[in-house]
């Protein structure tokens, strides 16, 4: 069975013999909501998919185009709708759309996982803690392990993203002992998986156990765990995506940690010394960035600005030695070194990599209209 990724209103654009069934007053909400998302006004989107789906709901009752329209709404999740908050509707939206998933002709089963999926992906996210406690049982992750079971799906892609929320789950209830658990559970699930089906919960999951490690007070396992996640993103040439750059942060705080403590553990010094994968260190991006503080009378200008500045980084990664060669603006001097006080690079890098490092701090301003107002002229120092 393939991943079913839904095309937002399949049903709805397929040709005048489908939209010949569908009712304009169904139809003519949609095609606003369509054209909302297109100009990605996200709140005339919403209010169109739910209008839409509404329609549907009175004028054709449990159909599949129903259901669909259920899973537009569904998918814009929006914060609020005409000014109320939205997430019981978008809650909805979710379970009426995995109800009527049995409707499609084609591979009804792979639809229905995939929408207890992608719901579960948002609840997990956007609601709160004591919200999604409320949670029917009909459709958290207990049912989806009952129904990737029902359907012949153990050892899948989709069992191994179950477990991972669970591990969320456990992990956003501070429940580390569940965390350590349900996260070794997937990630054994998705090293042994052959569906070859993309997950990036098998690049969240590594986060989840590193959590559960260092809030248990085992700093080396949770480094050698966004180490072994941190090689594995370099692989697929991934190393620069907000995960990797997140765990590399959290590796270099435990790895702080694991020196200052002179941790006895024998596996500190692969900690210690680990080398950073060539993707990043080539683009030698830091791990840490403090933003600058803009001055004040700056903020009152009319022109951007800019600091190029000159640095060496030593073997922890702090930044050495800056020295600025030129900039726009010499009040923007003081609040760049101050800035760069708290970058961090990449520890052990080699001299070729770590010497006369060059980079531009940027102080953006825009204008009423959203446009970033031209930088001024560039000195030398």
């Known amino acids: 069975m393939k991943r079913t ?7 709805l654009m397929l040709g005048t013999s489908v939209q010949a069934k569908t009712p304009k007053e169904v139809l003519e909400p949609y095609k606003a909501y369509r054209v909302a998302l297109k100009a990605d006004d996200k709140k005339l989107a919403a209010e169109k998919a739910y209008e839409a789906w509404q329609i549907a709901e009175e004028m054709m009752g449990d159909s599949k185009t129903t259901g669909d329209l259920a899973q537009n709404f569904a998918e814009v999740s929006p914060n609020y709708l005409y000014e109320k908050q939205a997430w019981k509707k978008v809650v909805k939206a979710y379970q009426r759309s995995i109800d009527l998933s049995s409707l499609y002709e084609t591979d009804p089963e792979g639809v229905e996982i995939d929408r207890r999926t992608r719901y579960l992906t948002w609840l997990v996210s956007s609601v709160s803690k004591r919200s999604s406690k409320g949670w029917e049982k009909k459709y958290g992750p207990e049912k989806l392990n009952q129904r990737i079971a029902e359907f012949g799906l153990s050892g899948s892609t989709f069992d191994a993203e179950s477990r991972a929320f669970q591990a969320q789950i456990a992990m956003h209830d501070e429940d580390w002992s569940e965390t350590e658990s349900h996260s070794k559970s997937a990630m054994a699930l998705f090293d042994a998986r052959t569906d070859g089906i993309f997950s990036v919960y098998e690049y969240a999951v590594p986060i989840y156990l590193a959590r559960a490690y260092a809030e248990t007070d085992r700093p080396v396992d949770a480094a050698l765990t966004y180490q072994a996640m941190m090689t594995k993103l370099e692989t697929v040439g991934a190393h620069d995506n907000p995960i990797s750059g997140e765990s590399y942060a959290e590796w270099l705080r435990l790895r702080d940690e694991i020196i200052s403590e002179n941790d006895p553990d ?18 030698l991006l830091p791990l840490i960035r403090k933003p600058p503080k803009f001055p004040s009378g700056f903020l009152r200008g009319s022109k951007s600005g800019f600091v190029r500045v000159k640095f060496n980084v030593d073997e922890s990664g702090h930044v050495m030695n800056p020295v600025i060669t030129s900039s726009t603006n010499e009040k923007l001097h003081k609040p760049t070194l101050e800035s760069l006080k708290g970058w961090r690079y990449t520890p052990n890098l080699s001299d070729a990599k770590s010497q006369n490092v060059e980079t531009k701090i940027r102080f953006d301003l825009t204008s009423q209209t959203g446009r970033r107002l031209p930088y001024g002229e560039e000195k030398p120092r």
């Open 5 to 11: 990724f839904l095309a937002i209103g399949l049903a």
């Open 266 to 283: 024998p596996r500190a010094q692969q900690v210690v010394d680990f080398t950073v994968p060539v993707g990043r260190t080539e683009e």
